[in-house]
C-alpha cells in the first residue's frame, strides 16, 4: 500500500524510518519531508495545511493512508476535509477530526473535558480580556509558582511558570490585554503548579480500542541541569525507569481509560495518538496536558522500541481492530540527543553545512531541520538532528548518543550532554 506521512521533523523522520521496515509499504511519500525522510521515501513539496495540494498529491500517488505528525493539520481539520470530499472519504486518515484535535487546539477545552470525566489535574480556572480583573484576583490563592497556559496553539511557547506574583500579574496582563501570543492568548488558563517529575505517555486508539505504546521522557530546557530556556525538546529516553507496571495501571485506570470513555461518552470521533503529558506526584499520576499526535523528541525514542509492523498498527487504527493487533515492545533503552542550531531558542543560524554523519556508531540519525543541496546536507531548523541509541541498559544508550551527537558538526552546533542523568 502506498502511504503519505505530513510534516517535516524529527518525529517524521522516525516515522518514515519505522514505516519503511514494513512488507506492508509499497510507496512512502512524505509531506514536506526533510534531508532524511528522503531516505526511506519520496520527499514532496507541499505544506502540511495545504489541502487542497495534499488531496491532489493522494489523487496522483494512489495513496491508501495518510498519517499526520504534527498537531496544525489536525486542529485545522485535515480529517474533516477528506471525510467531507467524495474522492477522499475512503482514505484513512491516522490523527483525529478537528473536535478531537480540541484537546490539544485548546486547552481551556481540555480542562473542562478533563473536569467533566474526573480526570487527576492541577487546579485551574480560564480568563479573558474581559475577566482579566477576576484573573489579577485569582492568582493568589493558587499559591506559587503559578502556570499561565495560553489557550490555542502558540509552537510550543504558550506555557509560563511565573515565580512571583508580580510576574504573574504582569505575564496574564501581557498575554490577554497585549495579545503576547496573538489569539492563542485570547483565552489563558491560570493553573496550579505540581511538583514532581514529568513523563509522556502515549495511547494509539481506533476510538474504541487502545494500546498504550512506550512511555518516555523529554528535557525542554536549553541548558544542562534543566536551565535556561524552553525549547521544542532537547533529548529524551524511554522507558522511564519509575513508570513500573503499579503507576502505568494508575495511569490507565485514572487517565486512559476515563479519556477514551469520556470522548466516546461525548460522540467525539478518534483515530490516532493520544499524548498524555502528566506529573508523578508522589506515586499519583496528575494530568498536565494532552497533545493530539505523537511527541517530538520522544517518537525518536518510543519508535526504536516497538518491535511490531507499524503499518499494521496503523491498519487497526483505521479499520477499527486495533484490539485484534500485536504490539511487542522491546526491553532495550533508547535515548536521544537533540542537537540543535547556534542560537536557537532564540534566533538561531540556518543554512550551515553538516558533515561526519557516516562517522555514526551504533545510533540512528533522525533528521528534523535539514534539507539536501546537491550532495550536502545543510540546517534549516532550530532543532537540527536527533541521535538515538538502542541498547540494554540507560547509561550505555545514553553514552552512546551523546558519543555519536559528537561525530557531527556544522557550524554553531550544541547539544546537551546530561540527557537522562536525572533518571540513572
Known sequence: MNILILGSGGRESAFAWKLSQSKKCGQLFIAPGNAGTGQYGTNVNITVTDFEGIKQLVLDKGINLVLVGPEEPLVKGVHDFFLADEQLKSIPV????????????????????????????????TFTRETLQEGI?????????????????????????????????????????????????AKVVVEQFLQGIELSVFVLTDGNNYKILPSAKDYKRIGEGDTGLNTGGMGSVSPVPFADEV???????????????????ENIPYKGFIFIGLMNCDGDPYMIEYNCRMGDPETESVLPRIESDFVELLLGVAEGNLNEKELIISNKVAATVMMVAGGYPGTYLKDR????????????????GTYADGDEIKTSGGRV??????????FTALQQATADASRIYYDGMYFRKDIGFDLL
Open 94 to 125: 491516522i490523527g483525529p477530526q478537528a473536535e478531537g484535535a480540541q484537546l490539544e487546539g485548546s486547552k481551556d477545552f481540555s480542562k473542562q473535558f478533563m473536569e467533566r470525566h474526573n480526570i487527576p489535574a492541577a487546579t485551574s480556572k
Open 353 to 368: 553545512v553538516m558533515t561526519g554523519m557516516e562517522n555514526i556508531r551504533d545510533s540512528y540519525v533522525f533528521h528534523a
Open 247 to 265: 503507576f502505568l495501571k494508575k495511569i490507565e485506570d485514572r487517565i486512559i481509560i476515563p479519556t477514551i470513555e469520556g470522548l466516546k461518552s
Open 385 to 394: 538532528i536527533a541521535i538515538t541509541s538502542l541498547q540494554d541498559d540507560m
Open 137 to 185: 484576583e485569582y492568582l493568589p490563592t493558587i499559591g506559587l509558582p503559578i502556570v499561565l497556559k495560553a489557550d490555542g496553539l502558540a509552537a510550543g511557547k504558550g506555557v509560563l511558570i511565573c515565580t512571583t506574583l508580580q510576574e504573574a500579574q504582569a505575564e496574564l496582563t501581557e498575554m490577554l490585554a497585549n495579545a503576547k501570543f496573538g489569539a492563542a492568548s
